[in-house]
């Protein structure tokens, strides 16, 4: 039976706590809309990147802008199975709205399914839904979690989860793996076909969601998923862009994350993974010039193995000479590459497009990550079930 979850949206919420779920519950088959008080369907919310950087509390800078695809103040919680709250700072101010509280009320008093994360847990301590609930957060919010009456977990790690009941609660985004899976078992939702192992192929400056949307949302459908980059060891970061549509003639840049890499590129067999993934933006450009990124391309393609590439990351495609004959898309400024390595254009209209032609799935942007997710899952066997 379908499910369908809401999304509790608001200004400077953190981006990936709210992309992240939003796009892996839908690549799952899960309906899900997005509402933000005083917004409408259509209307965009800013978001934040936090992150730490050896200093004392969390840096922020801007993120992508999201677009709710829902009203608010036309929304029933009687037809959602769950409610899903991300973090960043939206909630400092959510917490005051008391629609937001009484909608908040509305879905635990019929039981359903809850998840919320990182500062999300202020909004729910304000609602006065937590009394007597196991529940963690980040760890600036636990006063308010204790004067709530909450019992407060300490998180041993930021990656840290606790379930109580149809609650479900994670100290920061580096736990989505867990937070999400938990949080698709409690809509009912069982994975099968999940013992899988994936490579992403990382770069400075790859797109910020292209890498971790995807690299997350297969994590969380219990993958083993791996993340290398020339030249550089596990535990190593990536620099990140923020690739966005604002208006302009082409898409803006901003900072975004910084990725950590989970695998050294030197030391990979590449006969232990089942699936190669390709992130866009800004790193294929300097990746296709490398012969042992290509070498690596070359033997999952030749193995017939699933290749998923996203918008920029068909440039390294192209510099391998295994498109020709090939269906697919890509950023619109990447058709050249892929024409001209004899490939068969499909045009990306809608820019959320993705196409399967045999063990090949091509996407044209980071909007199309949904499509581009349950694609790959299809030729991985990779199932979520409600």
């Not at 083993?224 to 620099?239: F, I, L, M």
Request: net charge negative.
């Amino acid at each position: 039976m379908a499910k369908k979850v809401l999304i509790l949206c608001g200004d400077y919420m953190e981006d990936y706590e709210v992309m992240v779920p939003f796009q892996a519950l839908l690549a799952y088959g899960v309906a899900v809309d997005a509402v933000c008080p005083g917004k409408k369907a259509g209307d965009v919310c800013r978001t934040a990147v936090h992150q730490g950087l050896g200093h004392q509390t969390y840096s922020e800078s801007r993120g992508h802008n999201f677009t709710i695809n829902a009203t608010f103040d036309e929304v029933d919680a009687g037809k959602y199975d769950g409610l899903l709250i991300p973090g960043g700072r939206a909630p400092e101010y959510l917490a005051m709205n008391e629609s937001v509280l009484d909608f908040v009320r509305k879905f635990f008093g019929l039981g359903k399914s809850i998840a919320s994360i990182c500062h999300g847990q202020l909004i729910l301590a304000a609602a006065g839904t937590v009394k007597g609930r196991k529940c963690t957060a980040y760890p600036s919010v636990r006063p308010a979690l204790i004067d709530a009456g909450a019992h407060w977990i300490e998180p041993e790690t930021l990656a840290s989860c606790v379930i109580d009941g149809n609650l479900v609660t994670a100290a920061t985004y580096i736990g989505h793996p867990e937070f999400i899976r938990l949080f698709v078992k409690e809509l009912g939702g069982t994975i099968t076909g999940s013992d899988k192992r994936i490579l992403f192929l990382c770069g400075d400056y790859m797109e910020d969601y292209e890498v971790m949307v995807p690299f997350q949302s297969l994590q969380a459908l219990e993958c083993q998923v791996d993340a290398v980059c020339p030249k550089k060891k596990a535990g190593e970061t990536c620099p990140t862009a923020i690739h966005d549509f604002e208006g302009d003639q082409t898409y803006s840049e901003k900072p975004g994350h910084d990725f950590t890499l989970t695998a050294t590129f030197e030391d990979l067999n590449i006969s232990s993974y089942d699936a190669l993934v390709i992130p866009g933006g800004r790193a294929p450009e300097y990746l296709a010039l490398d012969e042992k990124v290509i070498t690596l391309v070359k033997e999952f393609m030749e193995a017939r193995k699933p290749v998923a590439s996203i918008c920029h990351g068909q440039q390294i495609l192209a510099a391998a000479g295994v498109l020709k004959g090939k269906k697919c898309t890509a950023y619109p400024a990447v058709k050249l590459n892929v024409v001209l390595s004899g490939a068969i254009w499909l045009e990306p209209e809608p820019i959320d497009r993705c196409f399967t032609d045999g063990n090949l799935v091509t996407g044209a942007a980071w909007p199309g990550h949904p499509e581009f997710i349950s694609q790959l899952m299809k030729l991985l066997g990779i199932q979520v079930s409600f």
